[in-house]
């Protein structure tokens, strides 16, 4: 089969590093929030390809994280006035029903942050040992992207184009202003207690230390929303490569982004959709179906005409099929039948398979 390689911008063959076993990593919720459409639509395109991947006879370790440390998170239980970890367990046991009540099935691992802090350390010490982070008296540790000559070919930026300002903190201490934070001194709770003071993890060094616990240093796939690409998954790769001297994912997948009315969703805008809400209204499978409808690498527009449309299809889908006692197998084109796996195998098109499938039934 083949899959489209974000960090090669074109369809490869797939080659797993082990015959018939697939080792595959998703970033995963930061939970401080009820799930959004735009969430079901990334985490079910990976259940939609790690069924695919079961289908096709391979074994699949398939590892989604949770973060359940960040200043989102912290903020969220300031305002409530709780302590943060009543806001993630919350939000956690909210995620889990909403992905069960859209059939989404749970990874095979799924680690937190806050369990992993000295698998996090351990990797912050390799990177600072070897150069590749820094640190003033007071300061957080960062690291230095100059070590690192192939920072941005994950999203094709040369250094001097870098935005600095996506979710990365201009410091006077740093060396580069496009450094980011690996741990980060302070005193606001939660902390742990490290080498370099009190403090708490920064955020891509969180997803770089998981993976390689629980996929090693090289495995077959990272994945992640397309918002993701940089600086996330870019720091991920900087860091991994220069902590482990090896190559990190070999290949990268991304979930474009899905927009209402035409819009980026947004509470202020007044059209932030949440699962559970969308749910009231209409059936798991009309959203299921609303996402394969389009590819995955291609935006989505949610639309009330646009759900209703695919309430539509899968209503007449189920009509065509509800006497299965009449439905003559000899009948069906086997070419057609061949074009709809076809298509899930040439980077899981499953709106291309939907079609078929509608011409079959």
Not at 252 to 265: Q, R, T, Y
């Amino acid at each position: 089969m083949k899959i489209f390689n974000s960090q090669t911008s074109s369809k490869e063959k797939f080659k797993p590093l082990k015959k018939g076993k697939i080792n595959m990593y998703v970033c995963g919720m930061t939970i401080y929030d009820y799930c959004h459409i735009g969430h079901a639509r990334t985490f079910f395109s990976f259940d939609v390809m790690v069924n695919f991947f079961k289908y096709l006879n391979y074994e699949v370790n398939y590892v989604r994280n949770i973060t359940d440390i960040d200043d989102k998170i912290i903020q969220k239980a300031k305002e409530e006035e709780v302590p943060f970890s009543l806001i993630t367990d919350k939000f956690i046991k909210a995620m889990n029903d909403d992905f069960k009540a859209l059939n989404i099935q749970p990874p095979s691992i799924e680690p937190k942050v806050s369990e992993h802090i000295e698998d996090i350390l351990e990797m912050i010490e390799n990177l600072e040992s070897n150069n590749f982070a820094y640190s003033g008296e007071n300061s957080d540790v960062y690291f230095d992207i100059e070590k690192f000559p192939d920072y941005g070919k994950l999203s094709n930026r040369v250094q001097e184009d870098l935005d600095s300002g996506s979710r990365v903190e201009i410091d006077k201490n740093k060396k580069n202003p496009n450094d980011f934070v690996l741990w980060k001194k302070t005193s606001e709770e939660p902390t742990w207690d490290s080498k370099w003071g009190r403090g708490r993890p920064g955020w891509h060094i969180e997803c770089s230390a998981m993976s390689n616990k629980y996929l090693g240093n090289n495995f077959d796939i990272h994945g992640g929303g397309l918002d993701l690409k940089f600086p996330h998954h870019e720091n991920e790769i900087a860091q991994s490569e220069c902590a482990n001297d090896s190559d990190f994912a070999n290949y990268w997948i991304h979930v474009a982004p899905l927009n209402v009315d035409g819009k980026k969703m947004s509470k202020s805008l007044g059209n932030y959709l949440t699962i559970r809400d969308l749910l009231n209204d209409y059936h798991p499978e009309v959203l299921k179906t609303f996402f394969l409808l389009t590819h995955y690498r291609k935006p989505i527009n949610f639309t009330a005409s646009s759900i209703n449309e695919a309430k539509n299809i899968l209503d007449k889908l189920y009509e065509s099929l509800k006497d299965a006692k009449k439905f003559d197998s000899s009948k069906v084109d086997r070419k057609k039948i061949e074009s709809f796996k076809e298509a899930l195998e040439d980077d899981f098109n499953t709106s291309k398979a939907l079609k078929i499938l509608q011409k079959i039934s």
